[in-house]
C-alpha cells in the first residue's frame, strides 16, 4: 500500500512553528545573554542535573533512585518584546530579524515569522518588498521570509505568484533560492496552463537537482488544492504524468506518479498508454510499483484489468507483480478475482494471496480498505511510512 496518509497555549505554538525553520538552523547555538528566561531554575530542578553536587546528609544515606523528570524546553522572555509588537513595521521588522538570527534565538525568529506573516497580510506591495529581501538572504534567514509569505493572504495576488515563480526559473539565483520560491507557490489555488508548462520545465531539468522534484511536488499539491475546491485536476495529471515516464531522475518521477495520491481522483482511460509504459519499462521497481498503484484507482477497471494482466507476465520482479497484484483488487474488486486465480496459477507464491481475497470478498467484505486491513502479508515488499510502495 502506498503511505499513509499525501496533517497548549501561544508557547506552544511558537514551539511549532520553530519546527518549521529548524532544518536550516545553525547546529551551533551561540549563548544568549539578551534572550534567557526570566525565570531562574529552582533549587531542586537544579539538584536533579547531571552533575550536580548533593547535601551531605543525603550522601550519607541510601536514597531511591530518582525518576527522570520530562522537561519542555519552553522559549525565553524577551526585553522589549510588547513595545516591538506596538511599534513594528517593514522598516524595522527586517533588523529585528537579523539580530534574532545573530543571537541564535530560533524561537523568537519562529515567533518573528509569524508576525511577518502578519505584516504582510493582503497587501501585495508587502508581499513583494519580502521577495525582495529574499534574494539576498540565506539559510534561516531566506527560510522564515518565504515561509512567512507563503502563509499570507497576499500570495495568492498575481504580481506575488508570479514574482515567486519568476525567482524560482531564475538562473542566476542560487538553488536554494530558487527551491525556496518554488516551495511558497504550493499553496496556489490553481494554476494557470502557461505557469503549469513552466513548473513542468523546471520538473524536468536535470541540472537543478532537489529543485527540480521541488517544482514537481508544487505542481501536484497546486493540482490537490485545485481539485478538492473544484473538481479540476486533469491539465496537471497530464503533465505529472508525462514526468513521470520521463524524466532522468527517479525521485522526480516517483513523485509525479504519487501527487494524485493526496486527493485521489479517478483515473480515466486517457492516461492508461502512459502508465501501460511506464508500468512496462521503467527501470526502477518503485516506479512501476507507483504507476501500479496510480492504475487501481480508475473510472474504468475492466481495461485497467487488462493491463495488469500484461503486465504481471512480462514482470518479473516479486514486488511489482504482488503491487500488481493487489491493485487489481483494488481495481476491480471481486470482479478481478478470475484475474488473482491467472495469477497464481502463473506463480505460486500468490496462491494463498488469491485464496485469502476470495475469502474476504466471500464474507461480504466489499471495499478495498477493509480488504486490504482483513488481508495478511507474505511478502517482503511493503516499506516503512514515507517510501515508496
Known sequence: MTSRNLRWTVAAGVLLVAAAVALLWPRTVPSLPDASPSVEPTASAASSAPGAPRASAASAAPTEPELAVEQIPMPGCWDGLHAFDASVSMDTFRQALVMAIGNGDRYLAAYLQERLTELVGEDASR????????????????????EALKAAPAVHAPQVAQGLLKMGEDPGAPLQTRGAALDALETQRKLASGDI???????????????????????????NEDFDRTGNYAPYWKELLDIGGTSDDMAVRLLALEMP????????????????RILANDR?????????????LTSEPDQALEIFRAAFQAEHDLCVRWAIFRFAVRAGGEKALPLLEQFATQDPRFTQDYLDFKALYASGTVDFARIWLGKREYHDCLVEEGAPH
Open 127 to 146: 508581499a513583494l518588498q519580502v521577495l525582495e529581501w529574499a534574494r539576498s538572504a540565506s539559510g534561516p534567514e531566506l527560510g522564515i521570509y518565504m
Open 197 to 223: 508548462q513552466r513548473l513542468k520545465k523546471l520538473a524536468l531539468d536535470e541540472t537543478l537537482d532537489s529543485t527540480a522534484w521541488v517544482a514537481t511536488r508544487t505542481l501536484g499539491r497546486v493540482m
Open 261 to 276: 495520491s493526496y486527493s485521489n481522483p479517478l483515473i480515466g482511460g486517457e492516461s492508461f498508454d502512459s502508465l501501460k
Open 284 to 296: 526502477e521497481r518503485d516506479v512501476r510499483e507507483m504507476a501500479a498503484f496510480r492504475l487501481g
